[in-house]
């Protein structure tokens, strides 16, 4: 057997990540003094660095293989990556005061979440099942730590073990398929699991057997309806910025996992995913408006917001195939794209600002905490309301055009109802995130005490909600990253 | 190239120059003072000026410019964006605005010198002048309706500008009721547009026109350019103040002075004038549409003169003459003389600002006492003010060599040449109305600047109008000539009053100069036609001016007014009681505002409280509203109970959701 080096240079990023998430977990045990300054700058650093490393490995739109055909480097993933640590970046400055305040700061802290990314990053370049399986675990596990990382808070621990339980289940479901899978082609490769599956080599009820499982793996990373449960008290238990992770990073993940497999490995049994995605995608959007209505914890409603914004990526997902499976249209992978990514602009900025008015022994993770927020801060009052403005999908802003680029080709391909259903739904989910408008600006604050924040926060997160309101006005920029991203990687 | 981009720049820079000014003095005004406010947005407007003045001669070259700036999205073939279509109408509308705004902009440096909402004002001035440069430099229909609003906006927050007077409120309220209703009729309109065309940008729907006329409305069965233009023209009578829309630009003469001459004389209201202008390569397909202008702007410009007759403040006379001189452009426009009502719109936005601004400095000698009969002789303490408004006032009349005489002589002789439905209404009425507007004006000239000195006499029940403590003269006091910043603009308006009429006539009107921007269907409506052959150079128009009806008409209303008010005061008590019903229908402006209050408002009340017991609280409150807010309140509690926090269950869910997926496979086959 012949061993071809593999082109490191293809997973530089990762190799990068790896190295330095090592060295803050030495760094944190021998200099104790100084860690947790010096594990954050490491952090950022990381971030920084591997966000270089991306965009400067890449400069051409080929898509190349290494480590065999394990590891894939495209332009999709590329983006995905970006985004990814842009999550990550955000999680770390804007709750930087909420973990110093509480006492969580530890070097611990930012080795998991280095590793998370990590993570996120294989599962995202992963081109074997095998591979995905790993980036999945690595960032999942590293996130169930992270959700119990306040130890000796009730609340936290019971979140993370519901989350590590019944992620386990799903990672079940998913390792089930993949064997299944593995089973029917003799391979964990995703080009060769492809080409089976679209020649129909081998018992197609098995295919389609493992697909189920598969599907379910990924419903469950998308937290969409009916394998949703977790995210509510995952959201709501967690610390803050962890939250604020959890709602980005591991949904672009996600994305990706979703793309690989059904769009890269399935297509040949369009057919019979698409139904699935769109009774998971009609659920969730249905379910998530609904229920956010009925929360008075914002971290909660935000969650439920989360699953219906998730259905909305799903709906862009399933409209990509059309005539029966046997035409692709980018355009709608890219929509799906497209609002993956804007979700998780708008999930930063909403999080970040539960982050800005927590303070030491305060959540403010109840929508009654943001009343009166325009007394207190005109300013950051206007940003909330630009984000909610958005999240709800307000025209002019990002979130709009979102959910635009979505049902277009929703309707492109012919499923009407669809986008009636969902556009009536959103005009349902408006009420929630118009209600905390309103609390902001009519209702009398609660308390009155100044808001705390470093500048940097106050900085990136005005700048983070405004991307919203100027992405509205210029979305072509960004989309047509996203339809080059889909284009070149397929 | 680089001079194509050197001109985008200029073209940006015309609109968003006083934007910067109004955003500065509007935020930041705390910041930059009295003095930053009026220096950045006077710049603002300056800069849009001299940017207009070269865009001008750019033109005068030959270069024309339409293309999209911005676009802001696309769905099914219709493009929505920003962008500028340049050509002669556009640049002369901006010549207009700018220089008009930078006059006002000047002058309330000393009207509104006491003023509270200093640095508020210039921010709306200016903001008002990037709308309106906005509407007129607009090359699609959805901009065009962004500037209509945007003007309609400001105009409502400056009729409002002393908003804790209840007539101010309540004339702002009424002038945006009254908008809507016009505005209702416009959108419909580029509605319609859109619908049947299938694109808001002009030169494309312009371009299908022929193919629209052969169309008809498919609900109604209307012919559809009839339709689109008599909706749009809707539009135009609520901005351009048209009977039966018009009663809302009187009471707008709440608003400080300045804004008056900008707003409600010289460029808001002449949207709608230069909108059906714009328009007439649609119009000129529907002769029933040009009737209908025609019919509507011949009442407005005769009956509303009327009304200047009875009025004693000084503002509503003027507010009156605005409502009739815009009558005469709508007329123009109904004739088909789209390039005379423009004209019009161009020489009476001169000498109509001229007017406004002279009576504001006329009130600001009488300590904003706005009343005539307490003015008089005033000629000797404010020799500017006076001489100014002699000018503007005999431009107004149409005297000839004057600005006004070249743009209304041309609109009643067009008149007299038109041939379609209405024409010999119209032209009784252009024509009489020569004498009523030589009457009023001449009437509150006299009134002001000559005859005895009425002040001395004059404080007395200010608690009448109740607003505003220190109007009046204290007793004793004399009148006095205003700041260099108030007579500066008015010498400068006085200006092209007098000559601009003289020279611009030839280009404007008979040398082609507006090329395709204005087109006329010739040998259909041949009025501008037969008018070319008839022109002979504006001298010999001038002179043969001396020998025509109106000029007679004129000197007849100016010599009656001045045996009315000067020789014989008791003559116009007289004549109100003689004819008393005919005076108290003026006074009572015709009952359009009872009426607009009884049948519309209480209409509107009684179908409001209809509405409201019945479909509001019944069905829509107690069944949709109430009924799905509760069922919807139902579902999100039980998807709560659903969310019960057990492990167990949530694992169930899963494990549910897991067979349904299963079941597709065999769903599938």
């Known amino acids: ?490 | 190239m680089s001079a194509m981009n050197e001109m985008k720049t200029l073209y940006l820079l015309v609109p968003f120059a006083p934007l910067v000014g109004s955003i500065v003095a509007g935020l930041f005004g705390r910041w930059v003072g009295r003095r930053g406010a009026h220096t950045v947005t006077i710049l603002g407007v300056l800069v849009s000026f001299l940017a207009s003045i070269a865009i001008y001669f750019d033109v005068q070259a030959g270069n024309t410019f339409n293309g999209p700036l911005y676009v802001w999205g696309t769905s099914d073939g219709l493009s929505f964006q920003v962008g500028f279509l340049i050509d002669p109408l556009t640049v002369m509308m901006m010549l207009v605005v700018t220089f008009v705004s930078l006059m006002v902009h000047i002058y309330t440096i000393g009207y509104m010198a006491d003023d509270p909402g200093y640095t508020r004002f210039f921010s709306y001035i200016s903001l008002f002048t990037f709308s309106m440069l906005m509407l007129v430099m607009a090359n699609n229909f959805l901009q065009l309706f962004f500037g209509w609003e945007a003007v309609g906006l400001v105009s409502y927050l400056l009729i409002g500008f002393w908003y804790t007077r209840p007539s101010a409120i309540y004339a702002n309220l009424k002038a945006f009721l009254v908008n809507r209703v016009g505005d209702f009729g416009f959108l419909l309109g580029i509605g319609l547009v859109a619908a049947y065309a299938g694109s808001l940008d002009y030169v494309e729907v312009f371009a299908k026109a022929e193919h629209l006329a052969g169309l008809t409305e498919t609900v109604t069965g209307w012919p559809l350019v009839t339709a689109i233009c008599i909706a749009l023209f809707v539009g135009a009578m609520g901005k351009s103040a048209q009977v039966p829309l018009h009663v809302w630009l009187p009471d707008s003469m709440e608003g400080p002075t300045p804004i008056s001459a900008l707003i409600h004389a010289a460029t808001m209201v002449t949207a709608g004038i230069f909108m059906v202008a714009r328009m007439s390569p649609l119009f000129e397909l529907s002769d029933t549409a040009l009737s209908f202008v025609l019919i509507i702007g011949a009442t407005t410009a005769l009956f509303m003169g009327f009304l200047g007759i009875v009025q004693n403040d000084i503002k509503r006379v003027v507010a009156y003459s605005t409502l009739s001189q815009l009558g005469y452009m709508t007329v123009a426009l109904g004739a088909s003389a789209y390039s005379a009502a423009v004209f019009h719109l161009m020489t009476h936005a001169f000498f109509k600002a001229l007017l406004f601004l002279a009576a504001g400095s006329v009130i600001i000698g009488m300590h904003h006492d706005q009343d005539m009969r307490n003015m008089g002789g005033l000629r000797k303490y404010m020799p500017i003010t006076w001489i100014t408004a002699l000018i503007g006032s005999l431009a107004l009349i149409g005297t000839p060599f004057f600005s006004g005489f070249y743009s209304k002589d041309t609109i009643i002789e067009a008149v007299a040449e038109a041939n379609v439905f209405g024409a010999g209404y119209a032209y009784f009425c252009v024509l009489a109305g020569v004498f009523v507007t030589a009457f009023y004006t001449f009437r509150m000239y006299f009134l002001v600047f000559h005859g005895k000195e009425r002040f001395e006499k004059a404080h007395h029940g200010h608690e009448a109008h109740g607003h505003d403590e220190h109007h009046g003269l204290a007793p004793g006091e004399k009148p006095h000539e205003s700041p260099a910043v108030v007579t500066v603009p008015l010498v400068l308006l006085a200006v092209p009053s007098v000559v601009i009429g003289y020279f611009t006539i030839e280009p404007m009107l008979y040398g082609g100069w507006f090329g395709d921007a204005i087109q006329v269907l010739a040998e259909k409506h041949p009025a501008m036609e037969k008018l070319a052959e008839e022109f002979h150079g504006p001298l010999a128009m001038a002179l043969h001016g001396f020998t025509t009806a109106p000029f007679w008409l004129a000197l007849a209303g100016v010599v009656f007014a001045w045996f009315c008010y000067l020789v014989r005061p008791q003559v116009p008590e007289f004549f109100a009681r003689t004819f008393r019903p005919i005076y108290v229908l003026l006074e009572n402006k015709y009952y359009f505002d009872r009426f607009n209050e009884v049948v519309f408002a209480g209409g509107a009340r009684l179908l409001g409280r209809f509405l409201w017991q019945i479909g509001d609280r019944t069905i829509i409150d107690g069944a949709v509203v109430n009924g799905s807010a509760s069922m919807v309140g139902e579902i999100a509690a039980a998807a709560r109970t659903l969310q019960s926090g057990r492990l167990y269950h949530y694992a169930f869910a899963m494990i549910v959701g897991m067979v349904v997926l299963l079941w597709f496979i065999y769903g599938g086959h």
């Not at chain 1, 100084?34 to 051409?60: K, P």
């Not at chain 1, 699953?307 to 890219?334: E, P």
């Not at chain 1, 799906?336 to 970040?352: D, E, K, N, R, T």
Request: with cysteine; proline share 2%.
């Open chain 1, 1 to 490: 057997m012949e061993f071809e080096r593999p082109d490191f240079s293809l997973a530089a990023a990762e190799i990068f990540v790896a190295v330095m998430a090592l060295v803050v977990m030495v760094t944190g045990t021998f200099l104790r003094r100084i860690s947790r300054e010096l594990g954050y700058a490491l952090a950022q650093l990381t971030v920084i660095g591997a966000a270089f490393i991306t965009v400067f490995s890449v400069d051409d739109p080929t898509v190349r293989y290494t480590f065999g055909t394990m590891y894939v480097s495209d332009w999709l993933g590329q983006v995905l990556k970006l985004f990814i640590y842009l999550s990550v970046f955000a999680s770390l400055l804007y709750g930087r005061l909420y973990l110093i305040e509480r006492r969580l700061e530890k070097a611990e802290y930012y080795v998991l979440m280095l590793l998370s990314m990590l993570g996120a990053m294989i599962l995202v370049s992963a081109n074997n099942l095998l591979v995905l399986y790993l980036g999945l675990e690595m960032m999942t596990l590293a996130l169930y730590a992270l959700v119990a990382f306040d130890r000796d808070n009730g609340l936290r621990s019971e979140a993370a073990i519901k989350y590590f339980v019944l992620g386990a289940i799903s990672s079940g479901l998913l390792l089930y398929g993949m064997s299944m899978i593995y089973g029917a082609t003799g391979s964990l490769d995703l080009g060769v699991v492809g080409q089976a599956v679209s020649l129909g080599a081998g018992d197609e009820l098995v295919f389609k057997f493992g697909l189920a499982f598969l599907v379910a793996g990924i419903a469950f990373k998308f937290g969409v309806v009916p394998f949703h449960m977790w995210v509510a008290d995952v959201y709501h238990g967690a610390p803050t910025p962890v939250t604020l992770l959890i709602s980005s990073a591991p949904k672009l993940a996600a994305f990706a996992l979703a793309v690989r497999l059904l769009v890269g490995g399935f297509f040949g049994l369009a057919e019979t995913w698409q139904p699935m995605l769109m009774l998971l995608a009609v659920a969730s959007i249905v379910l998530g408006n609904l229920a956010a209505i009925a929360q008075s914890n914002i971290k909660r409603m935000l969650a439920y917001s989360g699953i219906s914004h998730m259905g909305f990526v799903l709906l862009g997902l399933l409209a990509g195939v059309t005539d029966g499976g046997h035409q692709q249209v980018f355009n709608a992978y890219s929509s799906a794209l497209f609002y993956a990514v804007s979700y998780a602009l708008m999930s930063l900025a909403s999080f970040g600002m539960v982050l800005l008015l927590a303070r030491t022994g305060f959540e403010a993770e109840h929508i009654d905490d943001f009343k009166g927020l325009n007394r207190r801060s005109p300013w950051f009052a206007a940003m909330m309301m630009l984000v909610m403005f958005s999240m709800a999908g307000i025209p002019f802003f990002l979130g709009f055009f979102a959910k635009f680029a979505v049902l277009e080709a929703v309707v492109s391909a012919g499923h009407t109802w669809l986008a009636v259903l969902a556009v009536i739904m959103s005009v349902i989910g408006a009420y929630y995130y118009l209600r905390v408008v309103k609390v902001m600006y009519f209702d009398e604050p609660m308390d009155r005490t100044a808001l705390i924040a470093s500048s940097e926060t106050r900085v990136l997160l005005s700048a983070n909600a405004l991307t919203l309101a100027v992405a509205g006005l210029m979305p072509q920029g960004l989309m047509a990253v996203c339809g080059y991203a889909v284009l070149t990687s397929f």
